[in-house]
C-alpha cells in the first residue's frame, strides 16, 4: 500500500483507514502524535476498544493471535497497537509476525511500532509481507531547515506570531528535542499573548532543553558554526555525555579531514575518499568547506591536540575536560595562534 511521512498522515486518515500501520523511526514526537492520530481516526470510525502489547523478550504471541482472531457478533471493532521494544527479534517473533497477514480482518485496524529505523526494518521478511496492506509511515529525525519549518507551522496552527529570529532562537533552545520544542510552543499559547514576539521577547520564556548528539556538534564543527559548536558541546556535557566518546568523534573527524586534505595535496580526486569514508553525498559539502580553512599542517598539529587530550584525560591530569574540549573544537573551525597547547601541557 502507501507510504506517508508523518506530516502527510492526517490527510491519509480524513478520508481512510487501513487494515495495518507501520510506524518506525527514532524521532519520539513525531511517532507519538502518529499514533495519537491513528486512534482518534479509529475511534471516530467504531473502533471503540484499543489493545497494546509490547513485545519483549517474555512476550506470549499467542495472546496476541488470540486477539487478532476473537471475532463476535456483538464485540467492538479495535485497534490492537503492537510495539516491537527489542531491537533484534526471535526467530519465533519473525514467524509470528510472517503470520500476520493471514490474520487481518476488517473488525480490526494493526498499528505496529517501534523505536528501530524504518530503513532497517523495512528489510525484514515479515515487514515486506505486510506491507502489501499496510500503510507504512517512516519516521525521520528532522534536519535544520525542516525542524525550522516544523515550528513555523506548529507556531502557525497555535496562532502565535513568532518573528524569524525568534524563530531561530527557539530552535537553537530545543534543537534535536522536538517535544521540548512542542512544550514551549504550548506554553506561549497558553500565556494568549497577542502580539509578534522576537527573539529578546521570546528569551524570557524558554529554558534550555537543547538534546543533541556528537554527530550534530561534528555538523556545526565542519561548517564552522561557532555559537551553535560551542552550545552544542555545552548542551552534550550537560547531558553528561562522556568526554572520551566526544573526543573519540573529534580525532575520527581529524583522521579523516587529514585523509582527505592529503588526497587533495597528491591531486586526487575527494570523490574517491567519500567513498572510501563512506560519506553520503548530504554531508561532503561540509568537508569541502572544513579543508578550504584546515590545511595539513593545521590537521597534524590538531591529531596532537587531541592526542594529548586523550593521555591528560586518561592519567587524570585535566582539571576541566569541558574546557579543553571547546579549546579543540575550536581548533577545528579556526586556526588560531598556539598561545594554549593540551600538548606541551601535557608534557610539563
Known amino acids: 500500500m502507501q507510504k506517508l511521512y508523518a506530516n502527510q498522515l492526517a490527510q491519509h486518515l480524513a478520508t481512510q483507514l487501513a487494515p495495518c500501520y507501520l510506524l518506525f523511526g527514532e524521532e519520539p514526537l513525531q511517532k507519538l502524535e502518529a499514533i495519537d492520530a491513528i486512534r482518534l481516526a479509529a475511534k471516530a470510525q467504531g473502533y471503540n476498544e484499543r489493545l497494546s502489547f ?7 504471541w499467542q495472546e496476541l493471535s488470540n486477539e487478532l482472531n476473537a471475532m463476535s457478533l456483538f464485540a467492538d471493532k479495535r485497534l490492537i497497537e503492537l510495539e516491537l521494544v527489542q531491537q533484534k527479534l526471535s526467530a519465533q517473533a519473525n514467524d509470528q509476525l510472517k503470520a500476520l497477514p493471514q490474520q487481518l480482518h476488517s473488525d480490526v485496524i494493526l498499528l505496529i511500532h517501534g523505536e528501530r529505523s524504518h530503513s532497517d526494518v523495512s528489510k525484514l521478511a515479515w515487514f515486506k509481507q505486510l506491507q502489501t496492506q499496510a500503510v507504512q509511515i517512516p519516521v525521520y529525525p528532522l534536519d535544520e531547515r525542516q525542524s525550522l519549518q516544523w515550528l513555523r507551522e506548529r507556531s502557525r496552527q497555535l496562532k502565535l506570531q513568532l518573528s524569524s529570529d525568534a524563530l531561530a532562537l527557539l530552535q537553537q533552545h530545543c534543537a534535536g528535542n522536538l517535544l521540548a520544542a512542542r512544550q514551549e510552543l504550548e506554553k506561549l499559547a497558553l500565556s494568549n499573548i497577542q502580539t509578534a514576539l522576537d527573539a529578546n521577547a521570546l528569551s524570557q520564556f524558554l529554558a534550555d532543553h537543547s538534546s543533541f548528539t556528537v554527530f550534530q556538534l561534528l555538523d556545526a564543527i565542519l561548517a564552522a558554526h ?3 559548536a560551542l552550545h552544542r558541546l555545552q548542551r552534550l556535557c550537560q547531558q553528561d555525555t562522556e568526554p572520551v566518546i566526544i573526543a573519540w568523534q573529534l580525532q575520527k573527524e581529524a583522521l579523516a579531514l587529514r585523509e582527505m586534505a592529503q588526497a587533495q595535496q597528491d591531486n586526487q580526486p575527494l570523490s574517491d575518499v567519500f567513498k572510501r569514508l563512506a560519506i553520503w553525498p548530504k554531508r561532503q559539502p561540509l568537508y569541502q568547506q572544513a579543508l578550504k580553512r ?22 587524570g591530569q585535566l582539571d576541566n575536560s569541558v574546557l579543553a574540549l571547546a579549546h579543540l573544537v575550536t581548533l577545528f573551525m579556526h586556526p588560531v ?5 593540551l600538548h606541551q601541557l601535557s608534557h610539563d
Open 54 to 60: 509490547s513485545a519483549d523478550a517474555q512476550f506470549d
Open 294 to 315: 584546515l590545511n595539513l599542517a593545521w590537521l597534524d598539529y590538531l591529531l596532537a591536540e587531541l592526542a594529548a587530550f586523550d593521555r591528560l584525560y586518561k592519567s
Open 226 to 228: 561557532s555559537d551553535d
Open 337 to 341: 595562534g598556539k598561545v594554549f597547547s
